[in-house]
Nanobody, 125 residues
Framework: QVQLVESGGGLVQAGGSLTLSCAAS????????MGWFRQAPGKEREFVAG????????QYADSVKGRFTISRDNAKNTVYLQMSRLKPEDTAVYYC??????????????????WGQGTQVTVSS
């Protein structure tokens, strides 16, 4: 069983920065990929960024490209999301997910097997 715990959310002014962390626990944790998704009130959960756990290949949603950076520390079983130049429309609950088996993509929500509890990010204008 895998458990994911996010941290680092909070309230920030537009233009500011935040870094989210997602720590994974579980024996022999070795997913195909890790991803960050977000869900704003009244909207569906959407892909933000994904990273290959072993190779480090990354993928981003167009809305965050150039502003957000996903990274991982395999030794710590932790994935990060560095967010800069935040906008009010980035306000959402941010979830990290673990995709255990190869699917060929990072943005396919149903392919993710485990999810964290989410962390709130609020960007004020």
């Amino acid at each position: 069983q895998v458990q994911l715990v996010e941290s680092g959310g909070g309230l920030v002014q537009a233009g500011g920065s935040l870094t989210l962390s997602c720590a994974a626990s579980g024996r022999s944790f070795s997913p195909y990929a890790m991803g960050w998704f977000r869900q704003a009130p009244g909207k569906e959960r959407e892909f933000v960024a994904g990273i290959s756990w072993h190779v480090g290949t990354t993928q981003y949603a167009d809305s965050v490209k150039g502003r957000f950076t996903i990274s991982r520390d395999n030794a710590k079983n932790t994935v990060y999301l560095q967010m800069s130049r935040l906008k009010p429309e980035d306000t959402a609950v941010y979830y990290c997910g673990a995709e255990i088996d190869y699917s060929g993509s990072y943005y396919n929500l149903p392919a993710y097997d485990y999810w964290g509890q989410g962390t709130q990010v609020t960007v004020s204008s």
